[in-house]
């Protein structure tokens, strides 16, 4: 289900809320993963809603999300936007998202009029540049012909542990300047943590559930994805079923652009060995 053009233009066109009344949107999520929903389309719906409620979307600097419950594919999604606060410095927007009448998702998110103080940026990982790495092929099912992917692969520790779970670069080439549909393609990309959550079976597939709870990510600077981004996850804790996961996103000149913490439920599903 990949775009004809190469320009990103149909993954926009799925992550675009459709307004139907003051504040009101409706969206669907789209049938890509072999009919499992992706929590990533769910983030990606709710920014673009809240983008569209504001006079400056690019001053967005933070949402804080809760997964409440799961979602359908190729059902309607209606999402309303409260609007909390709209101050000078900071502007405060409340996403819920429903299906079937029950809240399935619920997001704050702030926006930050620009202003200048101390600078600090933890420095990017020493990788590869994207053009040494191989082609990533990603799978059969893979809606996402437009976007391209170099596995940087993870990153081992001294002490059996892991400095980094994944590191990707990725690029998704938008024919676009809109500053709205590069910030609902990142909310997207975001929760692409693949498997960074389970440092001890990161090249498993199918032997685990997951799902995402809760989902947190700053935006620090203006981000775009038709240059190279680096994406590097790491794993944090697995206690209790759980896990936490902490993202940062480089572009390629090596400025931090986004952070992320991430909690998924994890759970192994169990063993046939009839």
């Known amino acids: 289900m990949s775009s004809a053009a190469g320009d990103g233009s149909e993954l926009i066109d799925a992550l675009t809320a459709r307004?139907?009344?003051?504040?009101?949107?409706?969206?669907v999520l789209p049938d890509w993963f072999g009919g499992h929903p992706f929590g990533g389309m769910v983030v990606g719906h709710a920014v673009n809603a809240a983008l569209q409620t504001v006079d400056s979307p690019g001053h967005l600097h933070s949402l804080h999300a809760y997964f409440l419950r799961p979602t359908v594919v190729a059902r309607p999604v209606d999402i309303d936007v409260e609007r909390v606060r709209d101050g000078r410095s900071f502007t405060t927007r409340h996403v819920?998202?429903?299906?079937?009448?029950?809240?399935?998702?619920?997001?704050?998110?702030?926006?930050?009029?620009?202003?200048?103080?101390?600078?600090?940026?933890?420095?990017m990982p020493d990788v590869p540049?994207?053009?040494?790495?191989?082609?990533?092929?990603?799978?059969?099912?893979?809606?996402?012909?437009d976007l391209e992917m170099r596995d940087v692969g993870p990153l081992p520790d001294a002490d059996g542990t892991y400095i980094s779970t994944r590191r990707v670069w990725?690029?998704?080439?938008?024919?676009t300047e809109d500053?709205?549909?590069?910030?609902?393609?990142?909310?997207?990309?975001?929760d692409m943590t693949g498997t960074s959550f389970r440092p001890h079976s990161l090249g498993e597939w199918g032997m685990h559930t997951d799902a995402s709870l809760d989902?947190?990510?700053?935006?620090?600077?203006?981000?775009?994805?038709?240059?190279?981004?680096?994406?590097d996850l790491r794993a944090?804790?697995?206690?209790?079923?759980?896990?936490?996961?902490?993202g940062a996103m480089y572009?390629?000149?090596?400025?931090?652009?986004?952070?992320?913490?991430?909690?998924?439920?994890?759970?192994?599903?169990?063993?046939?060995?009839?």
């Open 19 to 27: 307004r139907i009344g003051d504040d009101r949107f409706r969206a």
């Open 96 to 123: 819920r998202s429903r299906q079937d009448g029950k809240t399935v998702f619920s997001m704050m998110c702030s926006f930050h009029a620009p202003e200048t103080g101390d600078e600090y940026d933890r420095p």
């Open 251 to 274: 572009s390629r000149d090596g400025l931090l652009r986004l952070s992320l913490m991430q909690e998924l439920l994890i759970r192994p599903l169990a063993v046939d060995n009839t």
């Open 215 to 231: 989902h947190a990510v700053w935006f620090h600077r203006p981000i775009r994805l038709d240059d190279w981004m680096l994406y």
């Open 170 to 175: 990725f690029r998704l080439p938008l024919a």
């Open 236 to 246: 944090v804790i697995n206690h209790g079923g759980r896990s936490v996961v902490h």
């Open 129 to 145: 540049p994207p053009e040494e790495l191989d082609v990533f092929e990603g799978f059969d099912d893979d809606p996402h012909d």
């Open 179 to 190: 500053v709205v549909s590069h910030l609902t393609a990142v909310a997207y990309m975001s």
